[in-house]
C-alpha cells in the first residue's frame, strides 16, 4: 500500500500562485510513477501533469503548459506542483496519485492506469 497526502491549496486570486506537495509513505517510493489530476464540479477528472518512472517526464496536459511545473524528490518521498498565473478556470480538487513502475510503458495521462490516490486538495481561484 502507498499513502499519499496532498497539502497546499487555498484559496487566491486569479495571477497568484500555490504550490502543492504531495507526500507518499508506505512503499519504495522510486518504484512509483507520479501524476497529478483535479475535477472540478460537474467535471470529469482530468490529467494535470506526471511522470513516468522515476525520471521520464513531466509531462503537462496543454492547458498547463508554461504556467504550472511539476517536480520530485525522492528523498523527501514527494512531488510537488508549482501553479504559476492561476485562472478561475483553475478552481479543482487536486489529486496526486502513484502507480506502480515496472518498466513497462503507460500512458500517464490515463487516470485508471494508477493505482493509488491522495484525497484531493482544495484549489479555488478567485476573479
Known amino acids: 500500500q502507498v499513502q499519499l497526502v496532498e497539502s497546499g491549496g487555498g484559496l487566491v486570486q486569479a495571477g497568484d500562485s500555490l504550490r502543492l506537495s504531495c507526500v507518499a509513505s508506505?512503499?519504495?517510493?522510486?518504484?512509483?510513477?507520479m501524476g497529478w489530476f483535479r475535477q472540478a464540479p460537474g467535471k470529469e477528472r482530468e490529467f494535470v501533469a506526471g511522470?513516468?518512472?522515476?525520471?521520464?517526464?513531466?509531462y503537462y496536459a496543454e492547458f498547463v503548459k508554461g504556467r504550472f511545473t511539476m517536480s520530485r524528490t525522492n528523498a523527501n518521498n514527494a512531488v510537488y506542483l508549482q501553479m504559476n498565473s492561476l485562472k478561475p478556470e483553475d478552481t479543482a480538487v487536486y489529486y496526486c496519485?502513484?502507480?506502480?513502475?515496472?518498466?513497462?510503458?503507460?500512458?500517464?495521462?490515463?487516470?485508471?492506469?494508477?493505482?493509488?490516490w491522495g484525497q484531493g486538495t482544495q484549489v479555488t481561484v478567485s476573479s
Open positions: 508506505g512503499r519504495t517510493f522510486s518504484n512509483y510513477g
Open positions: 496519485a502513484a502507480k506502480y513502475y515496472s518498466g513497462r510503458y503507460y500512458p500517464v495521462s490515463v487516470a485508471a492506469e494508477y493505482d493509488y
Open positions: 511522470i513516468v518512472g522515476s525520471a521520464d517526464g513531466p
